[in-house]
């Protein structure tokens, strides 16, 4: 199985990703229009708390295992490799079936703590069935990602990516027809509908499971799976346990600690938006739209972050195994160049048609629209601690990696409230607060990983700073474009097919007006490398010239 480098492994991971997070865009618009706003609330309630029971399944391992996998890989420990893998599969398989009785069993108790004593929205009992629902895929995808993370820790990136897109296509399928069809087929109440849809978690994580075991069975004798050890590697169970666990440790607290900030979000603006005196509806669908519909918009942004984590663990590590310091300093800041080249303008441009892209996924709604044009802003800081994060864990500083994630998450939690008070006071949205507390979370766990690699390990950060300096300006180009353009182009949101067109022309000219003079300034060649950018350009021309 070929390997893949660290610019080649980014936009494997990254192509493919972003074809999940557009299919996981695009699929809100019929599921929405199916099941409306009330069984959409229902339908993120679940969701999110099944994404802290996912992490608390997952415990981090599958990415420590990438990490000890690439280690023993590089170090040629092939047999102790081996046994990390099968000792990674048995300890998942105890904690992912001790979370899905967690979560079956005290179902109504986690409603209960969702939606409080809120009345006219979604009931306790209405809760409880959609939290059981989708619990089943608990049972699936922690031997999923344990396999994914196997791939991984040998550079080969493409099989976990293209297992991510079967899984969510799957998944989209029954969401979308399992829904229809129990709707208007069966008749089934609302409440079981969203139950099919959240149930299609579990087929889809059966159907990327089938996958990799695939490609695992196929390549048993590539990667070492087949081969007969007479001597085993030093390295006792025990000490690849306790590897495991200690490089899982940061990942299970960092993660499972934002999981439960976000629903602690949720709850608060709950709170909050009731406290100020908004109906039940729309305190359900700001609170919704902040947690669930609005990412649902950006997840095309925070997937440029997840297509580079998945290059930047292994790659990181085997440099830093080496000591190869100066090597990690570069990655970093090449993974950190990538997010602001792609990120920054997906961000300014979605919110700039922000009104007519809530409409063709939703129906055009004036408080969706104002909640879309803030938040998108949140992923690109998301996406740059994402990178710091890992950048951390990779050289096993993962003190920092409390340290700074810790920070960033408390500071958030205790801005949220006063943030939406205040804004509330000088009649801002007071659902504005809540965003501007998790960008500034993130922003201080961002300075304080920064500041601690700029101290410890001498890391530079020039070519970071000279590209967002010189970003500014195709970026700028866009801007005007796109202002210029919604001036000279009118816009009718009761026509779908029309906003579409809209959001398709002004998308497509501000793009190409900022990569232009982005090439101009040869900022893709500094940032995706020239050889990178020859190759690519090569089997463009190639595949011309056979056509």
Not at 273 to 299: Q, R
Request: aromatic share 14%; charged share 15%; net charge positive.
């Amino acid at each position: 199985m070929k390997k893949n480098s660290f610019v080649e492994g980014t936009i494997i991971a990254t192509l493919c990703i972003v074809i999940v997070k557009i299919l996981g865009m695009f699929y809100v618009i019929p599921f929405y229009a199916i099941v409306g706003s009330t069984g959409a609330a229902l339908y993120a309630y679940a969701y999110n708390i099944y994404g802290l029971f996912l992490e608390i399944a997952t415990a981090g391992i599958p990415n420590a295992l990438s990490k000890v996998i690439n280690e023993y890989n590089t170090l040629d420990k092939q047999e102790a490799k081996v046994r990390a893998f099968q000792l990674g599969k048995r300890i998942l398989g105890v904690i992912a079936v001790a979370a899905f009785l967690i979560m079956f069993i005290f179902a109504p108790q986690i409603a209960e703590l969702i939606i409080g004593d809120m009345t006219g929205g979604n009931t306790i009992e209405d809760v409880s069935f959609v939290i059981r629902a989708v619990s089943f895929a608990l049972l699936i995808f922690p031997f999923l990602s344990v396999t994914r993370g196997f791939f991984q820790g040998h550079n080969i990136i493409y099989v976990s990516s293209v297992s991510q897109v079967i899984e969510q296509v799957a998944r989209v399928f029954i969401i979308i027809c399992g829904s229809y069809i129990a709707l208007n087929f069966l008749h089934l109440d609302m409440t079981t509908v969203v139950g099919v849809a959240v149930f299609g978690a579990f087929i889809g994580g059966i159907a990327a499971l089938f996958y990799v075991y695939d490609k695992l069975r196929k390549n048993k004798k590539e990667l070492h799976l087949e081969d007969d050890f007479k001597v085993k590697d030093e390295v006792s169970n025990k000490d690849i346990i306790k590897k495991i666990i200690r490089y899982a440790i940061p990942l299970v607290v960092i993660s499972i600690a934002f999981t439960i900030y976000n629903n602690v979000d949720m709850i608060l603006v709950l709170r909050t938006m009731n406290y100020l005196g908004l109906d039940a509806d729309e305190v359900e669908f700001i609170a919704t739209g902040i947690s669930t519909w609005a990412p649902k918009i950006s997840i095309v942004v925070t997937s440029v972050a997840l297509g580079l984590s998945a290059s930047l663990i292994p790659n990181m590590v085997e440099a830093y195994t080496l000591k190869k310091y100066d090597d990690v300093n570069h990655k970093f800041n090449k993974s950190m160049q990538m997010i602001l080249f792609i990120s920054l303008p997906m961000c300014v441009g979605i919110s700039l048609l922000a009104a007519s892209i809530w409409t063709v996924f939703y129906g055009y709604q004036a408080l969706g629209t104002s909640i879309l044009m803030v938040a998108i802003f949140a992923p690109l800081f998301s996406n740059l601690y994402t990178v710091c994060n890992h950048t951390l864990q990779s050289m096993n500083c993962f003190k920092w990696v409390y340290i700074s994630s810790i920070t960033g998450i408390i500071l958030n939690a205790v801005l949220d409230v006063p943030f939406m008070l205040l804004f509330d006071f000088i009649g801002i949205p007071a659902y504005w607060g809540a965003t501007l507390a998790t960008i500034v979370g993130f922003s201080v766990t961002i300075f304080i990983a920064m500041l601690y690699l700029r101290r410890a390990y001498k890391f530079k950060f020039q070519e970071v700073k000279k590209v967002l300096g010189n970003i500014l300006i195709p970026l700028g180009t866009m801007i005007v474009v796109v202002v210029l353009m919604k001036l000279m182009i009118p816009i009718d949101y009761q026509n779908w097919f029309y906003c579409v067109m809209y959001i398709a022309i002004i998308a497509l000219v501000g793009a190409l007006a900022y990569f232009i003079v982005a090439e101009k300034m040869g900022l893709i060649d500094e940032i995706f490398g020239k050889d990178f950018m020859k190759k690519i350009k090569a089997r463009i021309f190639k595949n011309k010239k056979e056509v």
